[in-house]
């Protein structure tokens, strides 16, 4: 295996310590995106999760400021950011959309105002770059703790709201009647989303995270035939394509002569492949097949 | 002091939505075991008195008694249908087993118990033969069980249910009519069920609370459905017709142009099966 891998790769990928902090954070985050994004595309709240992603930018940027730990920038962002979508949201699903459309509005607003100071105050062009895009190898490890810290409690968070974070999202007025908070689990619910869009924004950075968090998770629902074992292949979808991506990545600095292709490009490159391959009708054939008669289903929308 | 209230009390409850007075000191109570239709025309509150009922809905005066005082965990409650996407990978079994325990915190544990409760609740609904199927993938009639189950699993005292048969063709609406009085009887439940059709419940129904005007007239079917007292509820001479089985409530605008009426109350439509 070991030398398998040695001939397809550069020596020395697996014992620098950039690309072992790459493997151990960039791993971590695609497990969290991948079980927080399979219930994120289930509510139907795909648009939140990506404004989440995006506005989490502006935390990142202050924390490049401040000489912060980039990740608690993220994370805090992501938190205010969910707060106040939770609060100006109502119940009707276009009315979401638009409290969604606002926060994302201010929070880019703010994230350009902070990108502009760090790269005036710092006289450098990268904090935009890195805090948008990632860039996986200059990770500093005083991140792993608090990476881990995060990661652990979205999954535990998941683990513990699992039945009613299904159920409102089968319909708001069958867990109501079960006695289940809706509007809280609701908020609960983007407050992991902010957790895992948070660590996906260290690795493949801010506007990125989307990918991270909705592909696998698409290309999961397509194949799997419960949640539970949607939320596993989403996280192993996602580690594959971000541990895939790293080792092209650390490859790629030989083909191209010293420059290398951004981690980032190859992670979400490999997801969209993913999803290409899943997306393809074969399994909706098969599925029509076996019963016949039963094609016309369900309008898609959500009420 | 508790007063004498069956399994449901709904208490001079008036409900006004947006200024709008819905309903209008309703006022009535069931008792253990009765099913009843709950009848009105399209926008009367047949679902703004289910949703009270749910607590859901504030009544602006007037109060919902339920026996035991835990409301929800004596309510069953199906609503008219939930909007899936079927490439969600959730099984009507999953639909079922959350009826039980959706509302619990932690990782559902794969007990046997449980699977024997889901296997029971979906034989005696008649969804055995889609159990391992995707919720959006179901049909109207099919979905209906679904949810039938699903709020069954706990054994309520209380069952409430909006519009089961609405879409459903003729032979569903009496399977699901009969469906609904077995299960009654063998749960010893009280049932509450809002059409807008009162005739396919006449042979299951043993009261009713018809809605009219935001009021509501209530009682024994054969007591609330009679000239006069219709006619006190609608506020104009109604006449009720019993013909091969079926009741037709006509309206005495009916038939010479009052279309208002006809669209407030599709039943002046006269119809022949
Ligand atoms: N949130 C609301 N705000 C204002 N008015 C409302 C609201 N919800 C319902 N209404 C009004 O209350 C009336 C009763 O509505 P409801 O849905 O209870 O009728 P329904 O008997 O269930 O009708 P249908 O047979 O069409 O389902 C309607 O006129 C409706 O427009
Ligand atoms: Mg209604």
């Given at each position: 295996m070991s030398s398998l891998l040695s001939a397809l790769?550069?020596?020395?990928?697996?014992?620098?310590?950039?690309?072992?902090?790459?493997?151990?954070?960039?791993?971590?985050?695609?497990?969290?995106?991948?079980?927080?994004?399979?219930?994120t595309v289930m509510r139907g709240q795909s648009f939140a999760g990506h404004a989440l992603a995006d506005v989490s930018s502006a935390g990142g940027a202050a924390a490049f400021l401040l000489g912060l730990n980039p990740l608690l920038g993220f994370l805090l962002m992501g938190i205010i950011a969910a707060a106040g979508m939770e609060s100006f949201s109502a119940h009707r699903i276009r009315e979401r959309d638009l409290a969604t459309g606002g926060v994302l509005g201010a929070g880019l607003g703010l994230s350009a105002l902070l990108l502009y100071l760090d790269v005036t105050s710092k006289s450098t062009t990268g904090a935009a770059i890195t805090v948008m895009f990632g860039s996986m190898f200059a990770m500093p490890p005083s991140v792993v703790p608090l990476a881990l810290a995060v990661g652990t409690s979205a999954i535990l968070a998941i683990a513990l709201l699992y039945r009613p974070l299904l159920l409102s999202s089968l319909d708001p007025a069958l867990a109501r009647v079960r006695g289940v908070p809706v509007r809280l689990i609701g908020l609960c619910h983007l407050l992991v989303v902010a957790f895992a869009v948070a660590l996906s924004a260290v690795t493949v950075g801010a506007i990125l995270?989307?990918?991270?968090?909705?592909?696998?998770?698409?290309?999961?629902?397509?194949?799997?035939?419960?949640?539970?074992?949607?939320?596993?292949?989403?996280?192993?979808?996602?580690?594959?394509?971000?541990?895939?991506?790293?080792l092209i990545a650390y490859d790629s600095y030989d083909w191209t002569g010293g420059h290398g292709w951004p981690v980032s490009f190859c992670?979400?490159?490999?997801?969209?492949?993913?999803?290409?391959?899943?997306?393809?009708?074969?399994?909706?054939?098969?599925?029509?097949?076996?019963?016949?008669?039963?094609?016309?289903?369900?309008?898609a929308g959500r009420g | 002091m508790r007063e004498e209230s069956?399994?449901?009390?709904?208490?001079?409850?008036?409900?006004?939505?947006?200024?709008?007075?819905?309903?209008?000191?309703?006022?009535?109570?069931?008792?253990?075991?009765?099913?009843?239709?709950?009848?009105?025309?399209?926008?009367?509150?047949?679902?703004?008195l289910l949703r009270t009922i749910l607590g859901f809905v504030t009544p602006t005066s007037g109060r919902v008694v339920i026996d035991g005082g835990r409301r929800?965990?004596?309510?069953?409650?199906?609503?008219?249908?939930?909007?899936?996407?079927?490439?969600?990978?959730?099984?009507?079994?999953?639909?079922?087993?959350?009826?039980?325990?959706?509302?619990?915190?932690?990782?559902?544990?794969?007990?046997?118990?449980?699977?024997?409760?889901?296997?029971?609740?979906?034989?005696?609904?008649?969804?055995?033969?889609?159990?391992?199927?995707?919720?959006?993938?179901?049909?109207?009639?099919?979905?209906?069980?679904?949810?039938?189950?699903?709020?069954?699993?706990?054994?309520?005292?209380?069952?409430?249910?909006?519009?089961?048969?609405?879409?459903?063709?003729?032979?569903?609406?009496?399977?699901?009519?009969s469906l609904l009085r077995r299960l009654a009887l063998e749960y010893r439940m009280t049932v509450l069920?809002?059409?807008?059709?009162?005739n396919p419940l006449l042979p299951a129904m043993d009261c009713i609370v018809y809605?009219?005007?935001?009021?509501?007239?209530?009682?024994?079917?054969?007591?609330?459905?009679?000239?006069?007292?219709?006619?006190?509820?609608?506020?104009?001479?109604?006449?009720?017709?019993?013909?091969?089985?079926?009741?037709?409530?006509?309206?005495?605008?009916?038939?010479?142009?009052a279309s208002t009426d006809i669209e407030r109350n599709p039943e002046h439509v006269v119809q022949v099966p």
């Open positions: 790769f550069e020596p020395g990928w697996n014992s620098s310590e950039p690309v072992l902090t790459a493997v151990v954070i960039g791993g971590g985050a695609a497990v969290v995106s991948g079980v927080v994004g399979v219930l995270s989307t990918a991270l968090l909705i592909g696998p998770a698409a290309v999961a629902l397509r194949i799997a035939g419960r949640p539970g074992g949607a939320m596993l292949l989403a996280a192993s979808i996602g580690v594959a394509a971000t541990w895939g991506g790293i992670i979400v490159t490999i997801i969209f492949l993913a999803y290409l391959a899943a997306g393809c009708p074969a399994r909706d054939k098969v599925r029509a097949a076996a019963r016949p008669g039963k094609g016309s289903v369900q309008a | 069956g399994v449901l009390a709904v208490q001079r409850v008036s409900v006004s939505l947006s200024g709008r007075r819905i309903l209008d000191e309703v006022d009535f109570a069931l008792h253990g075991g009765a099913f009843c239709g709950l009848i009105g025309a399209n926008g009367s509150g047949k679902t703004t929800l965990a004596q309510i069953g409650y199906v609503p008219q249908k939930i909007v899936l996407d079927p490439a969600i990978p959730m099984r009507t079994r999953d639909l079922v087993g959350l009826g039980l325990d959706g509302h619990r915190l932690g990782l559902p544990l794969a007990a046997r118990a449980r699977r024997r409760l889901v296997d029971a609740m979906l034989e005696a609904v008649g969804a055995t033969s889609f159990a391992e199927q995707r919720v959006g993938e179901l049909s109207g009639g099919e979905q209906q069980r679904a949810l039938i189950a699903h709020a069954l699993i706990r054994r309520p005292r209380l069952l409430l249910l909006d519009e089961p048969l609405a879409n459903l063709d003729i032979r569903s609406i009496a399977a699901t009519v069920l809002s059409t807008h059709d009162m809605l009219a005007n935001g009021r509501a007239a209530t009682g024994r079917t054969e007591d609330v459905v009679r000239g006069e007292v219709l006619s006190r509820l609608f506020g104009e001479h109604v006449d009720v017709i019993r013909v091969h089985g079926r009741i037709l409530v006509i309206a005495a605008g009916a038939g010479n142009g």
